[in-house]
């Protein structure tokens, strides 16, 4: 297995691929796209890359190991989609690293608008110009809002907007509303009540519905006076009608990050007074680099592997089947999957799929196919995919269904996976803190708090004195850091522990730990 970079990518993400021993590993960024660029990805099994490399026919044509791919960044414009899903590769991205930097950008350029900050800013520290009277500008209290998309940029400048006690609206017609409800802002699927909004905010892909989304006809139902702004993608909006709107003064301003060509140093929106403009600085923070460096390299290695495809665009999937708050499930429940066949290795007799709440109710079906596909690929590997799952659990005689909680819980959603072989049974659950925190809030009956990530320890013993004091030493001795140590205990007079460890706990540890009096049983469990 050989993961390859094409593109420059935050050390913080370089670092995790060279500290795993598992998977070979190649940098090849600095080398130009000659032919030794495309030599290098013959053997390659998942590539990550950015916006300097087309992933096109002559790419995938170099690449013929290749199972995914993991564009570190949002944006797949250079991503030709429909040959990978033809070739059986996984497309994904990394939607979620730069978001906060994507949002507060966009409220820099809504307050720079409404109060010309640059062209203040310029007057005086440039010009020498003390003229206070020329920059009146506009109060966001009580100006009306349009957000065109709600996802995870959308919402949060809504939230953000809210607290300057603007009157938020937003529109997506691939959501439900009351993801915007339940914020405390109004949802319309009228494209019109959008357009008369004193400031209009756009946050959607770039797509054959989305290009010139905003154009001449839709600028002239606008407000007189409206403000626009596009931190999004390049074409969005028409820009010859953005430019007219701006000159008629129809459009009182507009902030733009983004542009259809770029670089463009030659636009003719940087003639006019009236626009804001920054060079395409979304995800540009120190932050959102190290984020976007860290979760590109950490989803490459979970698809090497098998365990998982997070933010996978090309699925077997219908999108207009599974709803936006749902889609993080199908890779938590893969995920969980996996985990349960680490925790109870055997001949599988059973794959149970439990599911609960608001965003996850009436997708049994999908869930069960996810979570069936991560049991199976802890023994199968790359030999079980999405297509072949359900034929493989039948040749091996593996019942498939589906179970109920028995007790509520606190959790706006959660799901869960119960797998049964000839030793034992064994049900993990988990459940999403936000958009894309995942956490296991259940194991085999105790109850936690965990991330799936990394090497963990899972540690059942009587509910005694000093377990704790015990494990520690074990571990300490062999020089195993303890990162995180948790504790769930039952009625029954027995106790789990689930340890994070920054190193792989070797199989003389793990004996070591059985020898503990308190110990019931002691296994461990790796997920990147």
């Known amino acids: 297995m050989k993961i390859v970079v094409c593109d420059h990518i935050h050390s913080s993400g370089l670092e995790i691929l060279e500290s795993e021993k598992e998977v070979a590993f190649e940098n090849i960024a600095d080398l130009g796209k000659g032919e030794e660029f495309y030599a290098s990805l013959h053997d390659a099994t998942v590539i990550i890359t950015r916006s300097s490399t087309d992933v096109d026919e002559k790419l995938l044509n170099s690449s013929p190991n290749l199972k995914a791919?993991?564009?570190?960044?949002?944006?797949?414009?250079?991503?030709?989609?429909?040959?990978?899903?033809?070739?059986?590769?996984?497309v994904m991205n990394v939607p979620t690293a730069n978001t906060i930097a994507a949002v507060e950008l966009t409220m820099a350029h809504i307050l720079s608008n409404m109060r010309f900050f640059p062209y203040a800013h310029n007057h005086l520290k440039q010009d020498r110009v003390w003229k206070r009277e020329k920059w009146y500008g506009h109060e966001l209290k009580g100006k009306k809002l349009g957000i065109i998309g709600f996802g995870n940029i959308g919402s949060r400048v809504g939230i953000r907007a809210k607290s300057f006690e603007m009157e938020v609206l937003a529109f997506d017609p691939y959501i439900s509303a009351s993801k915007a409800t339940d914020l405390g802002i109004n949802f319309t699927k009228d494209f019109g009540?959008?357009?008369?909004?004193?400031?209009?905010?756009?946050?959607?892909?770039?797509?054959?519905?989305?290009?010139?989304?905003?154009?001449?006809?839709?600028?002239?139902?606008?407000?007189?006076?409206?403000?626009?702004?596009?931190?999004?993608?390049?074409?969005?909006?028409?820009?010859?009608?953005?430019?007219?709107?701006?000159?008629?003064?129809?459009?009182?301003?507009?902030?733009i990050d983004v542009f259809s060509k770029e670089?463009?140093?030659?636009?003719?929106?940087?003639?006019?007074?009236?626009?804001?403009?920054?060079?395409?600085?979304?995800?540009?923070?120190?932050e959102s680099q190290r984020n976007i460096g860290t979760q590109a390299a950490q989803q490459a290695l979970e698809a090497v592997k098998g365990v998982g495809y997070p933010n996978a665009l090309n699925l077997p999937i219908d999108d207009k089947d599974v709803e936006y708050e749902?889609?993080?499930?199908?890779?938590?429940?893969?995920?969980?999957?996996?985990?349960?066949?680490?925790?109870?290795?055997?001949?599988?007799?059973?794959?149970?799929?439990?599911?609960?709440?608001?965003?996850?109710?009436?997708?049994?079906?999908?869930?069960?196919?996810?979570?069936t596909v991560g049991v199976l690929k802890e023994s199968l590997g790359d030999s079980v995919n999405f297509d072949n799952y359900l034929e493989i659990?039948?040749?091996?005689?593996?019942?498939?269904?589906?179970?109920?909680?028995?007790?509520?819980?606190?959790?706006?959603?959660?799901?869960?996976?119960?797998?049964?072989?000839?030793?034992?049974?064994?049900?993990?659950?988990?459940?999403?803190?936000?958009?894309?925190?995942?956490?296991?809030?259940?194991?085999?009956?105790?109850?936690?708090?965990?991330?799936?990530?990394?090497?963990i320890v899972l540690f059942e013993n009587s509910d005694v004195p000093g377990v704790i004091g015990e494990?520690?030493?074990?571990?300490?001795?062999?020089?195993?850091?303890i990162a995180d140590f948790r504790l769930?205990?039952?009625?029954?007079?027995?106790?789990?522990?689930?340890?994070?460890?920054?190193?792989?706990?070797?199989?003389?540890?793990?004996?070591k730990l059985e020898t503990l009096e308190s110990c019931i049983s002691v296994s461990t469990i790796r997920i990147v």
Not at 198 to 214: A, F, Q
Not at 226 to 232: D, F, G, Q, S, Y
Not at 471 to 481: D, E
């Open 263 to 286: 670089p463009a140093t030659d636009h003719p929106l940087l003639d006019l007074e009236n626009v804001t403009v920054t060079p395409h600085l979304g995800a540009n923070t120190f």
């Open 393 to 455: 659990a039948q040749e091996q005689g593996i019942t498939i269904s589906n179970g109920k909680f028995n007790k509520t819980a606190g959790y706006r959603n959660r799901v869960g996976v119960k797998v049964t072989t000839d030793n034992r049974t064994i049900r993990v659950a988990g459940t999403l803190f936000g958009e894309d925190d995942e956490r296991v809030i259940e194991i085999d009956g105790f109850e936690f708090d965990i991330k799936p990530e990394g090497n």
């Open 326 to 371: 749902a889609r993080p499930y199908l890779h938590l429940v893969q995920k969980l999957g996996f985990i349960s066949a680490q925790l109870n290795r055997g001949d599988i007799q059973s794959i149970k799929l439990y599911a609960e709440g608001k965003d996850v109710n009436g997708y049994s079906q999908v869930l069960q196919k996810f979570a």
């Open 471 to 481: 494990v520690g030493t074990i571990l300490g001795s062999v020089g195993t850091n």
């Open 69 to 90: 791919i993991v564009r570190a960044g949002v944006g797949v414009d250079n991503v030709d989609i429909d040959a990978c899903s033809n070739r059986g590769v996984i």
């Open 193 to 255: 009540e959008i357009l008369d909004c004193d400031v209009i905010t756009i946050h959607t892909p770039k797509n054959e519905e989305t290009i010139d989304m905003i154009s001449t006809e839709e600028i002239s139902k606008m407000r007189d006076g409206v403000v626009l702004i596009n931190c999004a993608r390049g074409g969005l909006y028409n820009e010859e009608a953005l430019l007219e709107g701006l000159k008629s003064g129809k459009i009182r301003s507009a902030g």
């Open 488 to 511: 769930g205990r039952n009625r029954t007079g027995k106790a789990m522990a689930v340890i994070h460890t920054d190193q792989k706990v070797t199989k003389e540890t793990l004996a």
